[in-house]
């Protein structure tokens, strides 16, 4: 039943809100018991390596709707294997995340994949809408190999672009996996340097939808 609200609510925001944005949509999967959200995180850590887990398990969705059902919708890159595409996407924004963060304890960061839901091609051509975009991660002490801490969960989403905007961004450069990997980096300074860590922005009606 859940499954069919969601569409529902979507189309009838497709139909009043066509100027306002998209709507992306998925699943969740399982978080581990020891998930503390907004865990406070020890000061002065680097990374100094890090893993990335994309579940097998995250469905994927190809089809070309405005609202495609899936963990995983990705389309800022040519068909192919999306886990590791999305895989990808997060390891360059912990590479960049890394030159960044220079504290003195050097950590390992796991971080596991929730949902990575961008546009469908017809959403991004139009009304645009939300990379919802979730994971969770933990922090390993190098020199013990001992977790610091419990894993944390993280919302990171992402206003995406549509429309004669979206075109404008791709002229400068700006593809949505341009963005997507800055935005990562970010959040990933913001976990491991802001009291609190990252806070995901308020992107309106469309995100409210997301977290039904």
């Known amino acids: ?70 963990d995983i919708v990705w389309r800022g890159e040519p068909r192919g294997d999306r886990y590791q595409q999305v895989k990808a996407i997060f390891e360059a924004g912990l590479r960049d995340a890394a030159t960044r963060i220079d504290g003195a304890r050097p950590v390992r960061l796991d971080v596991q994949v929730m949902r990575f ?12 809408g939300v990379h919802d975009i979730e994971f969770r991660y933990r922090l390993v002490d190098v020199a013990t190999g001992q977790p610091i801490g419990p894993s944390k969960e993280v919302s990171a989403d992402l206003d995406a672009l549509g429309g004669q905007d979206a075109m404008a961004a ?21 976990e491991l340097t802001v009291p609190g860590g990252h806070v995901t922005a308020n992107l309106g009606l469309l995100q409210a939808i997301n977290d039904l």
């Open 1 to 70: 039943m859940r499954n069919l609200i969601k569409p529902l609510l979507a189309a009838i925001l497709l139909v009043t809100l066509t100027a306002c944005g998209s709507v992306p949509s998925a699943t969740r999967s399982a978080m581990p018991d020891d998930t503390l959200v907004g865990a406070p995180l020890p000061p002065n850590v680097r990374i100094d390596s890090f893993t990335v887990n994309v579940p097998r398990s995250l469905k994927v969705n190809e089809r070309n709707l405005y609202y495609p059902i899936g």
């Open 117 to 128: 839901h961008a546009l469908s091609e017809k959403a991004r051509y139009t009304v645009g």
């Open 170 to 190: 791709e002229g400068r450069g700006e593809t949505q996996k341009v963005r997507i990997v800055a935005h990562l980096s970010k959040v990933f300074r913001e």
